[in-house]
T-cell receptor, first 113, second 117 residues
């Protein structure tokens, strides 16, 4: 079983809709969770981090974490064509004192005008 | 520097050749990571440096891969006897000193695309 799992997509939503991206992880003691956005041919860039159960909002982005279900999600409100990219979920395990992140394979989001 | 710099941006080589990929992290970042990303996949951890030492090299696939960071800043990833399966984008990232209990924000470079013919 992969440590961090994402649906590869593509997930297609119309402009202005809410895009919901999901991620599950296998290590119960995982501690810190990150969402990176990667445009085609570019490097990943951090858009959200979350450490506690519940929701965390930043502009049009909301990260949701449920440690009991080992599930983290990213909601993008009022999706724009410029949001079209691959979204990578990354997890830092409690046992890791190196700061190493484990990435999922990414979900490709397509926002259609 | 202002960001993580990686060179070369593209490298095409022949099977069996030796390759070096360079990473210059953000000034003051003591932690440096190498990842490898194949098409359609997420970044795969290779090695982590804290200062000059490799604190975690558990992701290196085999002994053809080696990395150094002699002065605690610039790092070089070295691949011997390259194989076609080594073709990927090699990403370098850096961060401030990681804290066990908290966040660790990695900033990535643009990557070095390696193609082994």
């Amino acid at each position: 079983q992969k440590e961090v799992e994402q649906n590869s997509g593509p997930l297609s939503v119309p402009e202005g809709a809410i895009a919901s991206l999901n991620c599950t992880y296998s290590d119960r003691v995982s501690q810190s969770f990150f969402w990176y956005r990667q445009y085609s041919g570019k490097s990943p860039e951090l858009i959200m981090s979350i450490y506690s159960n519940g929701d965390k909002e930043d502009g049009r982005f909301t990260a949701q974490l449920n440690k009991a279900s080992q599930y983290v999600s990213l909601l993008i409100r009022d999706s724009q064509p410029s949001d079209s990219a691959t979204y990578l979920c990354a997890v830092k395990e409690l046992a890791s004192n190196t700061g190493k992140l484990i990435f999922g394979q990414g979900t490709t989001l397509q926002v259609k005008p | 520097g202002a960001g993580v710099s990686q060179t070369p941006s593209n490298k095409v080589t022949e099977k069996g050749k030796y390759v070096e990929l360079r990473c210059d992290p953000i000034s003051g970042h003591t932690a440096l990571y190498w990842y490898r990303q194949s098409l359609g996949q997420g970044p795969e951890f290779l090695i982590y440096f804290q200062g000059t030492g490799a604190a975690d090299d558990s992701g290196l696939p085999n002994d053809r891969f080696f990395a150094v960071r002699p002065e605690g800043s610039v790092s070089t990833l070295k691949i011997q006897r390259t194989e076609r399966g080594d073709s990927a984008v090699y990403l370098c990232a850096s961060s401030p000193i990681p804290r066990n209990a908290g966040a660790n924000v990695l900033t990535f470079g643009a990557g070095s695309r390696l193609t082994v013919l």
